[in-house]
């Protein structure tokens, strides 16, 4: 993790033990992002590559972003992962997926990165999205008093599941966090 404060501090000539609080703002972000196959296939996390864009890698003294090139954060973990789930009919049904899971710089509302998974095997995109766009869509009720910078400053860990359908993405439900997104628009993806 890293993290960013300032704090204007006096020093003085009497010695002794002096304890001040700095606020602190944590600059990195664990995304987590979840495969799921509709239809309960086993889902192999090494046909997929996983990774965000974005140019968030300088800062200047006082935490704002200094023009940057582009950065790629790749998944520094990734592996396939299945449960037993009983049905409504009782049935013991597999359910599989992908799992992967990357750290990236400080989320900006007004930059933001591109979440991009491609297949290993063709290089072809299965998904792309503004990440920060989706992350603002679960704000909700509770925090619409922050402005988006604000809350997305405020949260440091994402987890997204995404639904595949025979290895397409289906794009109409999305689940950030523990809220549940639905897209209206099938034409998005």
Known sequence: PLYYGTMALEVVDTPGTYTETISLMKDTNSVRILLHELLGHDVDADKFIFEIKDNNGLYDWDNT???????????????????????????????????????????????????????????????????????????????????????????????????????EWVSSVIYINSWRVVINDSSVN
């Open 65 to 167: 972003l200094v023009d940057d090139e582009q950065i790629t954060y790749k998944a520094w973990y990734k592996e396939s992962v299945s449960t037993d789930t009983e049905t409504m009919s009782r049935a013991q049904e597999s359910v599989g997926g992908a799992l992967a899971e990357l750290t990236i710089g400080r989320i900006r509302a007004d930059k933001s990165p591109i979440l991009r998974i491609r297949s290993s095997e063709t290089g072809e995109d299965i998904v792309r999205l503004p990440l920060a766009e989706y992350a603002l869509m679960v704000k909700g009720q509770y925090n619409l008093g922050m402005s988006d910078q604000e809350y997305l400053d405020r949260q440091d860990e994402y987890s997204l599941a995404l639904f595949l359908d025979e290895g």
